[in-house]
């Protein structure tokens, strides 16, 4: 364990004043595509407007992005959300990453999302996205509220539950929340979920390519909010083998046809769309959910796609109020916790709309 270093001492320098300087968080995606780096600069004037932010760079042999003879990567501003951390007119910048000839890298996701929305503006997308996480202690091996090298009771009691012996990090799923609230993400809500010491947060209804931005800066709070309390933040899709529910990352989806009525007839041509090209969605829906996918808690089998009205066993649901109202929205329940939600919503868009 490394030295616990003192909050107070910290919030004494935290609570300088900056003068007329403010402080932009810088944010991209790692080499893996699902790690998140970091790096601050000083700005001498406020923006909301992130083509008036600075291209910056970084090195990108450090990060598994570009060869040491050629390291130098691109930080192109695309977002900004108030930061919750620094507060004032502090800012979080989250940026997609190119070659010095403005190309975008390997693992640029981003910008065929991006191309993809662009061309269904007059659709106007809508995702609701559902981040579920699981808290392990600092030692990287126990999960959150669990025994040390033992196991809880039996799934239960834990999903969106009260109790100190159910609930089991509130403080971070509240914190998380409203560190959210305040860098204007729209977060819809929070649970408890059916693994001990799992939660999820709820994004949306967020507009096109907003939602990847919000879920990715999302995802950078959760992890700086467990930094602070010293807890680790797994996004594996299935973090404890065996009779224990995996994590996903439902995507609800809708179009402004879908939602009119007479729009459900357009909702099952998207989901025999999705049919055809199942394989390819599973295969980019994130890395590890050949364990979590397997027809029980939950899941429908990764092998063959289904879909149906309130069920949570198919690989896409309807909600009963769609079938009722006649349109509204469906969810793709396929997606893992560590999906990118650039590819998730850019596929979604492709089979269903191009």
Known sequence: MHTQLSEE????????????????????????????RCK?????????????????????????????????????????????????????????????????????????CAEAMKKVESLVPWFGIEQEYTLFEADGVTPFGWPKGG?????????????????????????????????KINISGINGEVLPGQWEYQV??????????????????????????????????????GDWNGSGCHTNFSTEPMRKPGGFTIIIDALEKLRARHAEHIAAYGEGNERRLTGKHETASMDSFSYGVANRGASCRIPRAAEK??????????????????????????????
């Open 151 to 183: 196991f809880p009771g039996a799934q239960g009691p834990y999903y969106c539950s009260v109790g100190t012996e159910n609930a089991f990090g509130r403080h971070i799923a509240e914190a998380h929340y409203r560190a959210c609230l305040f860098a």
């Open 40 to 112: 601050t600069r000083t700005l001498n004037k406020k923006t909301n407007n992130p083509d008036d932010l600075p291209v910056w760079n970084f090195d990108g042999s450090s990060t598994g992005q570009a060869p040491g003879d050629d390291s130098e990567v691109l930080l192109k501003p695309q977002a900004i959300f108030p930061d919750p951390f620094r507060g004032g007119d502090n800012i979080l910048v989250m940026c997609d990453c190119y070659k010095p000839d403005m190309t975008p890298i390997k693992g640029n996701t981003r910008l065929r």
């Open 325 to 354: 109202d006649g349109c509204g929205y469906f969810e793709d329940r396929r997606p893992s916790s560590n999906m990118d939600p650039y590819v998730v919503t850019g596929m979604l868009i492709e089979t269903c709309c191009l």
């Open 9 to 36: 001492v910290f919030a004494r320098f935290m609570a300088l004043p900056q003068g007329e300087a403010y402080q932009a968080e810088y944010i991209w995606i790692g080499g893996t595509g699902q790690d998140l």
């Open 204 to 241: 949306g209804p967020s507009v096109g390519i907003e939602s990847g931005d919000q879920m990715w800066v999302s995802r950078y709070i959760l992890q700086r909010v467990c930094e602070a309390f010293g807890v680790i933040v797994s996004l594996d899709p299935k973090p404890i083998p």
